[in-house]
């Protein structure tokens, strides 16, 4: 009892003490957050903390400072407080800082000291919630689309839950992409509803593209593909799909900017990886900047944003706990449907702060919300936004949609920003070397399917066109060029094996379709087989016809195979004369069909005897010509050491570079130690009249072996290359690379990338990819005086003035990244490499082909180089036909710097589409003409829809594209 009393005594004691104490100082903090104050504006927080005691009783706070007079009052407190808030009068800290006085008066105590109120705008947050799209890598192919299919179903369903929440709070679901939309909508019709009208009411934000693709190996028109289910959506809800995201791919072709704009699509969000193979992609003050990027043509555009990298340190954070933790498991039913925890952390401020400090122009704040790629969504998102929100009016968090960003963005600040033309190189596009055989095989499925389009409108006039199956083949095209390849460890057998075995799967599946529809488009010009009834050669009698489905008239060499050939080694034309012809030593025949028609056909016959010929090819000691171009090649080294136009004697080969034209070189990863091949023999493969080929066999660190093909073709002025590697499946890092150093001073690069030419570093961003670079179809360099263009059919890397891409160290962005390049014309076609650690196979073995076309000329001329492109790219078509189609040209053009892209027919039947190109840097006119009379022609200015009419002839930009409709 005595020791309770005692206890109690002190206990009194102490607090007799406290009401005797006093405070004594105070601290002042100004929070960077506004709240509410009681006139309904917002209002700095100032955080005051009191020394000496607690503040208990009632005291005043008083606010002065220039134009600035404000007194709160503090309610007493029972308990007493250590620190109290007050909110600062408004407007007070937001435009610039400002120094004021703060005063407590606390009975007859009165402390006053003076604040420096550092600058904090008026802040909004944009959080843009959504699951990083990698179909593949983490899991296999179907068990992301399982868990992207119910995000897309959870992320409408809580959007409807927090509809009522106020402002920024409600939730918006972002797919990123269509694909995780288009597989829904196929999968389970019955969601359709639910997406329209989510859609409809902004639940549900549709992305502009298909997938993430490495655009910077499209073709003109593979482009145009990856918007075409949003644009379907867009016509079902009446929402607008303006947004090109593009997320963790470091980079974007410059190409893609008309292709936008004629897409109606308005703005790109570029949310890159934050550090992985990014080369310069962060740097030199792109982040957080956006700007209108200017396309090639000089007049589309697009408003472009990098916020910088798509995760951020709250929503990986608890990603780490919660989203990554289910990479890699195999039964999808085991994956939540939303990670819930009670928590997210928005706040921001420290970034925000760290901002203000750099004096960051804008007002905002772009912040991705992921928890990782591949994961369930974060369903404490809203909840965490509407509890910031009601708690303070600065910073605002909002979460959004990509388009809703960009509309504030251009509505505040549209007319302040900078323009910006250029290339946007990609970096990722080495990961293509790492299958180089998938890599060709998509290269030319992307050809094949575009001259399908065009032999169907061609040659098909009384059938409809296979809309769906042609659309069909362009989707497993384009998840071929999707950005991911193989699981996030290829090491591990189940999921590298069964990743990279669907992924195979796209390419081949691509193949297949678009030869199908390639084949039954030359259905109507063939003729009806007898089978064993009819003739051993078939029903064509040794008839041949040759379709050229390029908008220009041009030749090219037809290579039948045994079976076409049976008949005989002559050739006929549909006159009845002869044309050069040669069986080859594979059995082929082969023969040139000259100058068919644009866009038409030509008729040739297969006959009994041989070829008479009275001038042609010769070859003799590694040398050969053709009445245009001499070709030698070194018996040492292979490689080629004359390149020489026989009109004017010049050699277009610079042998003092690696020792000629197409070296091959072994690269070890990060060592700069390059190997030759060692020639093991020299052989003539073909003798002439029309073809002379020399085969170089060799031996080769990394692989079994190397065969390098050297054709010319009588009287034409380019060179034919073919070589062969048989790789060793290495798992050491390792390039193989051919050399091409050619004799020309001061030449300029010129690459043709989609819808556009490219100069090397002139037409590049600094954050751009300068270790390696990509082509369409062609490269040229050139000087006022020579030149040369360069095709490559199947490997779409190259190197630039040296062997410039040996970068395999790992995880991060180690490595030299290259800022500028100097003039060079020495050129490195990088065909296979093992350099990246994961998402792409570690080995590639087997044999693969890569086929060159070199052409030297005189001074640079666009059209003519991009037609030597696409004549290689898109050659001659022939199928064996014993009746002279005739085919006669849809259209026709008068101007030679325009070509026809693409010629299709509309799904309904009802019209067609004309895809017009400019190759040349200044405003050109050009006039169609139409054999038969059509209906209605139309440009259309936005997707294929028409626009107004034509009236003479059609201006194109430089550069330009012009798409038209023509009714029937």
Not at 381 to 389: L, M, Q, R, S, T
Not at 704 to 724: A, E, F, H, I, M
Not at 731 to 752: C, M, P, Q, S, Y
């Amino acid at each position: 009892m005595k020791r309770v009393i005692l206890i109690q005594l002190i206990l009194f004691l102490v607090a007799i003490s406290g009401f005797s104490q006093d405070i004594t100082d105070i601290a002042y903090t100004v929070k960077p957050v506004y709240g509410y104050r009681k006139d309904g504006k917002p209002g700095r927080e100032l955080l005051i903390e009191f020394k000496g005691a607690r503040l208990k009783k009632s005291a005043v706070v008083r606010v002065s400072g220039p134009d600035v007079n404000e007194r709160t009052i503090l309610a007493a407190s029972v308990a007493g407080d250590s620190a109290r808030t007050v909110l600062l009068p408004s407007g007070l800290g937001v435009d610039k800082a400002a120094d004021i006085s703060v005063a407590l008066q606390y009975g007859s105590t009165l402390i006053e000291k003076k604040v420096h109120v550092p600058r904090m705008r008026h802040w909004t947050v944009f959080i843009y919630p959504h699951s990083h799209v990698d179909i593949g890598y983490t899991n296999t192919q179907k068990n992301v689309e399982i868990l992207h299919s119910k995000n897309v179903i959870e992320g409408i369903k809580l959007a409807k839950l927090t509809k009522d929440f106020p402002g920024g709070a409600k939730y918006k679901w972002n797919p990123e992409v269509s694909w995780p939309v288009e597989r829904l909508w196929n999968a389970q019709p019955q969601e359709r509803t639910n997406i329209i009208n989510a859609v409809k009411n902004n639940q549900l934000r549709l992305d502009a593209a298909y997938l993430h693709a490495n655009t910077s190996i499209a073709t003109d028109e593979e482009l145009f593909h990856n918007f075409r289910f949003s644009r379907y959506l867009q016509q079902q809800t009446g929402k607008k799909s303006d947004v090109f995201m593009q997320v963790d791919i470091p980079g974007i072709t410059w190409g893609l900017v008309p292709v936008m704009a004629q897409e109606g699509i308005r703005y790109v969000v570029s949310w890159i990886n934050g550090g992985d193979r990014v080369g310069n992609a962060h740097r030199f003050g792109i982040n957080g900047y956006p700007f209108w990027w200017i396309g090639p043509d000089g007049q589309s555009k697009v408003l472009f944003f990098q916020p910088g990298g798509y995760t951020n340190r709250h929503s990986v954070a608890k990603g780490g706990q919660t989203g990554r933790p289910w990479f890699g498991q195999r039964d999808a039913s085991k994956v939540p449907a939303v990670i819930k925890t009670g928590y997210s952390n928005v706040d921001f401020t420290a970034e925000l702060t760290n901002l203000e400090q750099e004096r960051y122009p804008y007002d905002f704040l772009a912040r991705s919300w992921t928890l990782w790629d591949n994961t369930p969504l974060d369903a404490d998102v809203p909840y965490a936004v509407k509890d910031w929100n009601a708690k303070y009016a600065y910073p605002r968090i909002v979460i959004t949609g990509a388009s809703e960003m960009m509309q504030h963005i251009e509505k505040k600040y549209g007319d302040q920003l900078p323009e910006v033309k250029g290339d946007y190189t990609e970096y990722w596009t080495d990961g293509l070397g790492t299958a180089a055989h998938l890599t060709a095989m998509n290269r030319n499925s992307k050809e094949l399917l575009t001259q399908a389009e065009k032999l169907w409108t061609m040659l098909n006039s009384q059938r409809s066109i296979p809309r769906d199956e042609l659309d069909e083949a362009w989707r497993y095209i384009a998840l071929g060029s999707e950005h991911t390849w193989s699981f996030e460890n290829p090491s591990e057998p189940f999921f590298q094996d069964a990743i990279f075995g669907v992924k195979s799967g796209y390419f081949n599946t691509a193949k297949e379709r678009a030869r199908e529809i390639y084949d039954a488009a030359l259905a109507p010009i063939t003729d009806k087989s007898n089978g064993g009834l009819g003739p051993l050669e078939g029903p064509a009698a040794g008839g041949v016809a040759v379709i050229n489905t390029n908008s220009w008239a041009h030749g090219g060499l037809v290579t039948l195979n045994k079976a076409e050939s049976i008949l005989g080694d002559r050739v006929i034309d549909e006159q009845g004369v002869e044309v050069p012809a040669q069986r080859l030593s594979t059995g082929e025949l082969v023969f040139w069909a000259n100058e068919v028609p644009a866009l038409g056909s030509r008729h040739y016959r297969v006959t009994k005897g041989k070829p008479d010929v009275k001038q042609g090819c010769s070859v003799e000691n590694y040398s050969m010509q053709n009445g245009k171009l001499k070709v030698a090649v070194d018996a040492g080294s292979g490689n080629i050491v004359q390149l020489i136009d026989l009109e004017t004697g010049y050699n277009y080969a610079d042998e003092k570079v690696n020792g000629g034209l197409n070296a091959f070189r072994w690269l070890p990863g990060n060592v700069d130690a390059p190997v030759a091949d060692s020639v093991t023999q020299i052989r003539v493969v073909e003798k002439g009249p029309l073809v002379v080929e020399l085969e170089v066999m060799s031996k080769g660190k990394g692989v079994r072996s190397v065969s390098r093909s050297v054709r010319l073709v009588w009287g034409q002025p380019w060179l034919d290359l073919s070589n062969k590697v048989d790789k060793l499946p290495l798992l050491e890092k390792d390039g193989i690379h051919f050399g091409f150093g050619f004799n020309i001073a001061g030449g300029r690069t010129r690459v043709d990338i989609p819808w556009g030419v490219v100069e090397v570093e002139k037409d590049q961003w600094p954050q751009a990819n300068r270790n390696w670079f990509t082509l369409q179809r062609w490269l040229d360099i050139s000087n006022d005086q020579v030149g040369v263009t360069w095709c490559s059919l199947d490997a779409p890397l190259f190197e630039y003035g040296k062997m410039s891409a040996n970068n395999a160290r790992g995880w991060g962005n180690g490595g030299h990244w290259i800022e500028k390049v100097e003039p060079s014309s020495t050129i490195y076609s990088w065909v296979m490499n093992n350099h990246w650690h994961t998402n792409f196979p570690l080995t590639q073995d087997g044999e693969t082909a890569f086929r060159y076309r070199i052409r030297p000329h005189g001074a640079f001329n666009a059209s003519v180089a991009n037609r030597f492109g696409m004549e290689q790219s898109q050659p001659l078509v022939h199928v064996a036909a014993n009746i002279d189609p005739k085919v006669r040209p849809f259209v026709q053009l008068d101007n030679n710097k325009v070509v026809v892209s693409i010629l299709k027919a509309t799904g309904d039947g009802k019209a067609f589409i004309i895809r017009l190109r400019s190759l040349s840097q200044k405003e050109e006119k050009v006039q169609l003409s139409f054999p038969k009379q059509p209906g209605i022609v139309q440009v259309c200015d936005v997707e294929e829809k028409p626009s107004r009419p034509v009236t003479g002839a059609i201006k194109m930009l430089p550069w330009g594209m012009t798409t038209i409709r023509v009714e029937l």
